[in-house]
């Protein structure tokens, strides 16, 4: 049974930076795309960045490029994302996800196409 399992979330200033980090347990795929998405109280779950499997392509929503970075430690089964430059807008419940590239040759923006999901951590950016 795959697990996924998110960390690093917490308060930060305007400006301010976290790294949040997501380790996969049980059942893992040799080869799986990685992918954060984040979800505010009443909105729909917004993608945010993704991680081919090889590392050879990522893809970031426009709202965070250049100042959100995706990772992976394949040893360690832990994916991050380093935000900086955070702002406002930016507060949500962050989710990492995860499926295997024998589903899919790249990743994804669509939530649909992961099969599975962190419970998620919470962001808080103030003002």
């Known amino acids: 049974q795959v697990q996924l399992v998110e960390s690093g979330g917490g308060l930060v200033h305007t400006g301010g930076s976290l790294r949040l980090s997501c380790v996969v347990s049980?059942?893992?795929?040799?080869?799986?795309?990685m992918a954060w998405f984040r979800q505010a109280p009443g909105n729909e779950r917004e993608f945010v960045a993704a991680?081919?499997?090889?590392?050879?392509?990522?893809v970031y929503a426009d709202s965070v490029k250049g100042r959100f970075t995706i990772s992976k430690d394949s040893a360690k089964d832990t994916t991050y994302l380093q935000m900086n430059s955070l702002k406002p807008e930016d507060t949500a419940v962050y989710y990492c996800?995860?499926?295997?590239?024998?589903?899919?040759?790249?990743?994804?923006?669509?939530?649909?196409?992961?099969?599975?999901w962190g419970q998620g951590t919470q962001v808080t950016v103030s003002s």
């Open positions: 996800a995860t499926v295997s590239n024998r589903h899919r040759n790249n990743p994804s923006r669509a939530p649909e196409d992961y099969d599975f």
């Open positions: 049980g059942r893992t795929f040799s080869s799986y795309h």
């Open positions: 991680l081919k499997w090889n590392g050879a392509a990522t």
